[in-house]
């Protein structure tokens, strides 16, 4: 079975600093795609970045960035110049390709900006 | 262009009631899954239908249960409440089984009493 494990339950950031979120994943396929997904209060998962397992260059959209380890199964968040706006719960979640449109996440970090 | 649409957005039942929650995916996706987001538990897949047809189930006992109607609709229900069935019910429509263009709605909170 396919798990993802976020460690940091919660985190805080200043604004404008930098944070990374971590996260780690087992499975045993070879083909498949890693999220990170924020929600903020109003509930709607909004999708932050993704990276297709066989791609090596680490995926980036503005001031997000992900540090992609296949070999470690490690897939850290990194946001940049934090901004109040970034305040939300961040999962992230794993979908093997070819398979559905089926998602494992994990169990979230709370990131929290102070001004 | 609308986006995935939930209805209700809350919901009170009493334990041993069902309840049908419905799912409006974006206009032309044709796949609609279903996840389960509890505090003890996270989110959870319940499962996925694809042109009517249920592709994915998750680990969930026999009480969940869904469909989809050919407008690509869906419908999830829960028969016998539980209390532990307390959570917010999120689904999520695509275009195909790629991911392409995958979009949540904002969910229905459900609380059973």
């Known amino acids: 079975a396919q798990t993802v494990t976020q460690s940091q339950p919660e985190m805080s950031v200043q604004e404008a600093e930098t944070v990374t979120l971590s996260c780690t994943y087992d499975?045993?396929?070879?083909?498949?795609?890693l999220f990170w997904y924020k929600q903020p209060p109003s509930r709607q998962m909004i999708l932050v970045i993704r990276?297709?397992?066989?791609?090596?260059q680490n995926a980036t959209e503005n001031r997000f960035s992900v540090n992609f380890q296949k070999a470690a199964k490690s897939f850290s968040l990194k946001i940049s110049d934090s901004q109040l706006g970034d305040a939300a719960m961040y999962f992230c979640?794993?979908?093997?390709?070819?398979?559905?449109?089926?998602?494992?996440f994990g169990g979230g970090t709370r990131l929290m900006v102070k001004p | 262009k609308a986006g995935v649409t939930q209805t209700p957005r809350y919901l009170i039942k009493t334990r041993g009631q069902q309840v049908t929650l419905s799912c409006s995916p974006i206009?032309?996706?044709?796949?609609v899954s279903w996840y389960q987001q509890t505090p003890g538990q996270g989110l959870q897949f319940l499962f996925e239908?694809?042109?009517?047809?249920?592709?994915n189930k998750g680990n969930f006992p026999g009480r969940f249960s869904g469909r989809q109607f050919s407008n690509s609709r869906s419908e999830m229900n829960v028969s016998t409440l539980e209390l532990g069935d307390s959570a917010l019910y999120l689904c999520?429509?695509?275009?195909?089984?790629?991911?392409?263009?995958?979009?949540f709605g904002s969910g229905t909170r459900l609380t059973v009493v």
């Open positions: 999520a429509s695509s275009f195909s089984g790629t991911g392409y263009g995958y979009t």
């Open positions: 499975t045993s396929e070879s083909d498949y795609y």
């Open positions: 990276q297709e397992a066989y791609k090596q």
């Open positions: 979640a794993y979908r093997i390709n070819n398979a559905g449109n089926m998602l494992t």
């Open positions: 206009s032309g996706h044709r796949s």
């Open positions: 239908y694809f042109s009517e047809t249920q592709r």
